[in-house]
Structures are given as structure tokens and as C-alpha cells.
């Protein structure tokens, strides 16, 4: 449900500019094309994940086949490895702090 839940909301849209950026375009210039993908895809009333490779090119040329796990909700999860972020590896890390805490509570 949380995945299905994502759809159409474009929370993937920071990571394709992120991904725009890490390939050596400026972030300004990197947003200005994720608008342009997502104003597409408003208006088609598609996500992004549903765009074709050949339609990402269009917009840009450093894109290349890796751009749909880039941006795959998997994989942006799984970057925010802040604290209180969504990744596996930190929920998993608070849930252990906080079994351990409760731990400490039955002494």
C-alpha cells in the first residue's frame, strides 16, 4: 500500500534531478528539466517511472538505462539513511536502539 501510494506524486522527482546533477549537469538546469518531465507527465497523466527511456533522452542526453532504478521509490528510499529516515539499514538501526531500550526496562 505505501508503495502503491506513491504513484503520481512525483516523489521521485528530486532524485532525477540529483541524478541530472551527479552526471555533471548544474542542479539549476537539472530542475528545469525534471519540470519539464513532470509537467509531461501531469498532463499525460503518467509518472515518471512510466516514461520511456527514448523519452527521457529527449529531454536529456546524459540520461541513460540506469535512470529507472534511480529513480526507482526503492531506491530513493534507501538513500535517506538520515536519522529518523526512511532507509532499511536507519529503521532497522532505531528499531534495534529502541528493542535494547526496552530491554533495559525489564530489568
Not at 513532470?38 to 512510466?50: P, S, T
Not at 529507472?68 to 539499514?89: D, K, L, M, Q, Y
Request: contains cysteine; hydrophobic residues 40%; aromatic residues 6%.
Amino acid at each position: 500500500r505505501m508503495l502503491q501510494s506513491t504513484s503520481g506524486g512525483f516523489t521521485n522527482a528530486t532524485d532525477l534531478a540529483d541524478y541530472l546533477a551527479k552526471k555533471g549537469l548544474a542542479f539549476r538546469d537539472a530542475h528545469h528539466i525534471v519540470g519539464a518531465l513532470v509537467l509531461k507527465c501531469v498532463e499525460e497523466k503518467r509518472d515518471l517511472l512510466d516514461l520511456t527511456l527514448s523519452e527521457f533522452q529527449q529531454c536529456s542526453s546524459l540520461i541513460g538505462e540506469d535512470i529507472f532504478e534511480a529513480i526507482s521509490i526503492e531506491s530513493c528510499v534507501n538513500r535517506r539513511i538520515t536519522i529518523g529516515g526512511p532507509a532499511e539499514r536507519t529503521v532497522e538501526e532505531a528499531l534495534a536502539k529502541g528493542w535494547k531500550w526496552l530491554e533495559s526496562l525489564a530489568l
